[in-house]
């Protein structure tokens, strides 16, 4: 049976910053119209936070029955551990998205979205079938593209949405950042794991690239999410402001460019969730530096 501190580390924290930014990125692009609903980014965080919770267990749950974890570089996996069975890490991750499908359905109905319903169905389906089922696409390259989909455009611009009813530039620059930033983490995550994974036939897009071509794109996805801002700059100087994470974004590509070791490339991880947290918050500030200073 999985101790307490098992069953957190099992949730894989250090990924909870990527639930959590594009929900402060789409409150402070929600702002920059007046439109920003703290109750409803309340409920958003929830939505977010569950759901990422419930991946990261459905994912340990699907890799482990599949043998994919046996020989994990990485964090500890329940199930391939075996302190946990198959079946409790199976509920553990029901349970984390009927939850957070509760408090997505009280957003929308606060919010009068309702065509965030089918989205949201959507959001779960895609939750599971990234290693769950007997075609996962998570194991054919398709994982960034469903990261890059769900938590940037459909995360930014549906907490944007639900509280000011419309989008604008802001919300569209902080979905495609936040995106890219969620991309460059997963692409990290599959860098380290492409030994196993080639092993196992698990085809994600860092073993498809190759270990060099996909040390490059990780870079390349953290350098296109800062340029993005450069369109926003215009409109509003205050945006200068997030490059003041430029030089966490530096330290991680230098590491994965430079550092052959794999074990190394874990403390990327949290590197990466902090540097999102770090952009939406300074995201949130140049927003409100426009309107109030």
Not at 32 to 52: E, K
Not at 70 to 96: E, F, I
């Amino acid at each position: 049976m999985a101790t307490a501190a098992q069953w957190i580390e099992g949730a894989r924290l250090r990924t909870l910053p990527m639930a959590f930014a594009p929900i402060i990125a789409g409150t402070a692009a929600a702002q920059s119209t007046w439109g920003a609903n703290l109750g409803m980014a309340f409920l958003a965080f929830l939505v977010a936070l569950f759901l990422q919770v419930g991946v990261n267990y459905a994912n340990d749950y699907s890799d482990g029955i599949k043998g994919t974890d046996d020989n994990r570089v990485g964090p500890l996996r329940l199930v391939g551990s075996k302190a946990a069975t198959p079946k409790q890490v199976l509920y553990a991750a029901l349970g984390c998205f009927a939850a957070a499908a509760i408090a997505g359905l009280a957003l929308i109905v606060l919010s009068r979205q309702w065509w965030f319903i089918v989205i949201g169905i959507s959001a779960v389906f895609a939750a599971w079938g990234y290693t769950g089922g007997k075609r996962p696409y998570g194991y054919r390259g398709w994982g960034d593209v469903a990261v890059f989909v769900y938590f940037g455009l459909v995360a930014v611009l549906g907490t944007t949405t639900t509280q000011a009813g419309r989008l604008n530039i802001d919300a569209w620059i902080a979905a495609i950042a936040t995106g890219l930033f969620a991309c460059a983490l997963l692409m990290v995550n599959n860098i380290r794991d492409i030994p196993g994974d080639r092993e196992v036939g698990k085809r994600t897009l860092a073993v498809r690239l190759g270990d060099h071509r996909a040390r490059v794109v990780f870079a390349a996805e953290l350098g296109l999410a800062f340029a993005l801002h450069l369109f926003l700059v215009p409109f509003n100087g205050f945006m200068l402001l997030v490059f003041l994470s430029v030089p966490i974004a530096v330290t991680a590509a230098r590491t994965v460019l430079f550092t052959q070791d794999r074990k190394a490339l874990i403390p990327v991880l949290k590197e990466c969730g902090i540097l999102n947290l770090i952009w939406s918050l300074l995201f949130l500030l140049a927003v409100l530096a426009r309107q109030w200073v």
